[in-house]
């Protein structure tokens, strides 16, 4: 695993982006974006919301390919809630099996639970450093 300081976004095109996720859903079925990396993917992918609603709807609160190279990474049960580290550690094994599967060679994540949840990276990172080999980036923003 890496580690980088600046923009997600900057990848674009170039990697694979995960975004931290919720289980939430509004009553249209659409996911709760939340702050950070999700609400900017949300503005910046309209479709997301209501796509990634579905997804939570039909196969619950895990890891999924978004598409447009987005990928989900849930941190919280539902948009209130703390990040949990049982579920940040679900993710990243869920995250590097479906990177397997997939074949991708570059996986930029931002540090999970640790912007807007609190949590600190001293804390988060063991969790991940099982799962992420040298094709995952961890990015914490300028």
Same mark, same amino acid.
């Given at each position: 695993? =890496?580690?980088?300081v600046?923009?997600i976004?900057?990848y &674009?095109? !170039? @990697?694979?982006i995960?975004?931290? &996720?919720?289980?939430?859903?509004?009553? +249209?079925?659409w996911?709760?974006?939340?702050?950070?990396?999700t609400?900017?993917a949300?503005?910046?992918?309209p479709? #997301?919301?209501?796509k990634?609603?579905?997804?939570?709807?039909? +196969?619950?609160? =895990?890891? *999924? %390919?978004l598409?447009?190279? #987005?990928?989900?990474?849930p941190?919280e049960?539902? /948009?209130?809630? +703390?990040?949990? *580290?049982r579920?940040? /550690?679900?993710? /990243?094994?869920e995250?590097r099996d !479906? @990177? %397997? /599967?997939?074949?991708w060679q &570059?996986?930029?994540v931002?540090?999970?639970?640790c912007?807007?949840?609190g !949590?600190s990276?001293k804390?988060?990172?063991?969790? !991940?450093a099982?799962?992420?080999?040298?094709r *995952?980036?961890?990015i914490?923003q300028?």
């Amino acid at each position: 695993m =890496h580690a980088a300081v600046g923009d997600i976004w900057d990848y &674009t095109g !170039l @990697a694979i982006i995960v975004i931290t &996720t919720n289980g939430s859903l509004t009553r +249209q079925g659409w996911a709760v974006p939340g702050n950070g990396v999700t609400r900017q993917a949300g503005e910046r992918y309209p479709w #997301l919301v209501e796509k990634l609603g579905r997804m939570i709807g039909e +196969q619950g609160n =895990h890891v *999924f %390919d978004l598409g447009s190279g #987005l990928v989900s990474f849930p941190v919280e049960e539902t /948009a209130w809630s +703390q990040p949990s *580290f049982r579920l940040i /550690a679900r993710s /990243a094994q869920e995250l590097r099996d !479906l @990177a %397997d /599967a997939a074949g991708w060679q &570059t996986v930029v994540v931002p540090r999970p639970g640790c912007g807007g949840g609190g !949590l600190s990276w001293k804390d988060v990172q063991p969790l !991940l450093a099982p799962w992420f080999d040298s094709r *995952f980036t961890v990015i914490r923003q300028q």
